[in-house]
């Protein structure tokens, strides 16, 4: 059983920043790869950034520059750093751990809430 627990959502003004946190627990894999998925409401999930066990780090276009995505093997955490925040990234906003073994395993948060004001 794999357990993702998020925390550091809420409320801030544009040009504000938040950062996001999401501990993974239970059995996972040392080899995974960690990220956060938005739903902005009437649109579907998107990916915003993912990074793997060794770092390597994929973004969206649209918070390249803004957001940086980092992780703690030794806790199995991942964090997300919001900076520069629009309107537009307003969301729920979803962690994820993924992993292949013979078959793709996926895991989700609960989702935190993330709303930026003009």
């Known amino acids: 059983q794999v357990q993702l627990v998020e925390s550091g959502g809420g409320l801030v003004q544009a040009g504000g920043s938040l950062r996001l946190s999401c501990a993974a627990s239970g059995s996972v894999p040392s080899i995974n790869v960690m990220g956060w998925y938005r739903r902005a409401p009437g649109k579907q999930r998107e990916l915003v950034a993912t990074?793997?066990?060794?770092?390597?780090?994929d973004y969206a276009d649209s918070v390249k520059g803004r957001f940086t995505i980092s992780r703690d093997n030794a806790k199995n955490t991942v964090y997300l750093q919001m900076n520069s925040l629009k309107p537009e990234d307003t969301a729920v906003y979803s962690c994820?751990?993924?992993?292949?073994?013979?078959?793709?395993?996926?895991?989700w948060g609960q989702g935190t809430q993330v709303t930026v004001s003009s």
């Open positions: 994820n751990v993924r992993w292949y073994w013979i078959r793709q395993y996926d895991y």
């Open positions: 990074i793997t066990t060794v770092g390597t780090t």
